[in-house]
């Protein structure tokens, strides 16, 4: 399960960015020296656009936080992300063990909810 949301919190940072549509350059590209662009600071991003398929379990992983609380959401794709528990246990202003208690009961509401409402294995 956990997986799921990581994979989908990976999609979404491989999706292209949101630009504002409309807006484009008139003047023309800046050839630059090698050693110029030696010394930019700023590196071209290169997007591997992801699949389809991808998208299509992202979209369905991003449904299934609809079923959590609203405080642990966040929770969910902080860690999904690869936030260490260490840093979202001083976000949330508690321990570490409350923080994974918390992430493992939101995981278990979610498999609950998919296996249709049945409570099975309660930790």
Not at 43 to 71: C, F, G, K, N
Request: net charge positive; proline share 7%; aromatic share 12%.
């Amino acid at each position: 399960m956990a997986a799921r949301f990581e994979e989908a919190a990976r999609t979404g940072r491989t999706l292209p960015p949101v630009r504002v549509q409309g807006y484009f350059r008139v003047w023309p590209h800046i050839v630059r020296e090698q050693w110029e662009r030696l010394a930019a600071d700023d590196q071209p991003r290169h997007y591997y656009p992801p699949s389809p398929a991808a998208i299509d379990r992202m979209l369905e992983t991003m449904r299934w936080v609809q079923w959590l609380d609203v405080d642990h959401r966040p929770l969910v794709w902080m860690r999904a992300q690869g936030d260490e528990w260490r840093y979202i246990a001083k976000r949330y202003a508690c321990c570490v063990k409350t923080v994974q208690r918390r992430w493992q009961r939101a995981m278990q509401t979610v498999v609950d909810r998919l296996n249709g409402g049945k409570q099975v294995g309660r930790v």
